[in-house]
């Protein structure tokens, strides 16, 4: 609680001043490193008051001494001895302190990293563009905490990246970039916490909305990432131990000239336990017309054949996956359309076990 005297501190500065010290803050005068900064002159300062001229093991958070703190003392505060400074600056006597108009910049800037709170934060809502870690291609800043929504105006976005080079930490819990599935952290994860260095495989989203994370701790960095964004029809890229997927629109129907790519891939060594829950698309011979198509690997050079085409009521066996990386198409023409498919899959580590369906 902060309690407030009517008669002399319903200003601004003198508010905000009182409320950082409710936020944890010591004066800026009070800070470890001061003496670099300031000389305190104790020989005009009453016993009594010295006090407030002690220096503390503060946190300074990576940032600079602040002349500017509207948490700086003045330079006669506490004087016994008129026109006698208690506080003189270093390298020059005249830097001005002691103001309290409002917040200085580093004054936000220390309650933003105290709190983690996202000081770096972007929209991005063109139809597409192209996003960056700070000052990259230099190495990012230590203590970074940025976050950019990605807002495509319709269909779903995708991401690709063109470079990565985050500092390796076990289960990245220094350096890291994550990717969540829609416009918050409370939504579900694209990709967790990823680090090291190497390619990122495409991102795409359920839907226009993307959230991507970028967290630095205090040490070693790297050069960050470069990626660009656009939107797609449809489709999606998984990279989650389990979820569940449909195709567009389900349970209602899928609409017309559909072309969709799934991409599932699983960490190297797990493989993929799939199952199809519902399908029904129109039904024609030789599944011409709607159609899903899955392959046992990432692309049409995967390591098994293709399954399918498969359409109309067709009960689609459940299988696990050869390697670590599953492809699947979903295909509709111009007329006729159904409810579509819902799909699952999960990650395991299951024994070698050949699917044979007919
Ligand atoms: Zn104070």
């Known amino acids: ?28 005068h009070s800070r470890s490193d001061r003496d670099n900064y300031v000389n305190i002159m104790y020989q005009y300062i009453s016993p009594g008051q010295v006090k407030n001229f002690d220096k503390q093991n503060t946190n300074n958070l990576g940032l600079e001494y602040d002349y500017a703190s509207v948490m700086h003392y003045n330079s006669f505060a506490f004087s016994n001895t008129s026109g006698q400074p208690t506080i003189v600056t270093i390298p020059a006597p005249n830097i001005p302190i002691g103001q309290r108009d409002g917040l200085s ?8 990293r105290l709190y983690q709170c996202n000081v770096c934060a972007y929209l991005l809502n063109e ?4 996003l960056t870690s700070a000052n990259y291609p230099s190495a990012y800043p230590n203590n970074a905490s940025c976050v950019w929504l990605i ?10 990246f063109a470079a990565f080079d985050v500092q390796s930490s076990p289960n990245c819990i220094s350096d890291y970039i994550r990717i969540y599935d829609g416009p918050t952290k409370k939504d579900p994860l694209l990709l967790d916490r990823t680090c090291g260095t190497g390619l990122i495989p495409p991102i795409i989203a359920s839907t226009n909305q993307l959230l991507v994370e970028f967290s630095s701790d205090s040490s070693v960095t790297g050069v960050g990432f470069k990626a660009t964004y656009s939107s797609v029809q449809c489709g999606g890229a998984f990279y989650t131990p389990e979820r569940n997927f449909t195709s567009p629109g389900y349970p209602n129907s899928y609409g017309p000239n559909m072309n969709c790519i799934y991409t599932i891939t699983a960490p190297v060594g797990k ?14 011979k030789f ?4 159609y899903l198509e899955i392959l046992d690997g990432s692309t049409w050079k995967g390591p098994f054949c293709g399954k399918g085409p498969f359409c109309g009521n067709y009960k689609i066996p459940s299988f696990t996956s050869q390697g670590n990386s599953l492809w699947l ?18 990650f395991g580590e299951y024994y070698s076990l050949v699917f044979i369906y007919s």
């Open 329 to 346: 198409r979903f295909v509709s023409d111009s007329r006729v359309q159904f409810r579509g498919f819902q799909a699952s899959y999960k």
């Open 151 to 160: 807002r495509t105006p319709s269909n779903q976005v995708t991401l690709n």
């Open 1 to 28: 609680m902060v309690a407030l005297d009517m008669g002399g501190c319903m200003h601004r500065g003198i508010i905000q001043h009182e409320l950082n010290h409710a936020l944890g803050f010591y004066h800026e």
């Open 287 to 290: 599944c011409m017309y709607d």
């Open 271 to 284: 493989k993929i336990s799939f199952m199809v829950t519902d399908f029904q698309t129109e039904d024609v």
């Open 105 to 112: 910049v580093l004054d936000v800037s220390k309650i933003n």
């Open 127 to 130: 139809k597409n563009g192209s």
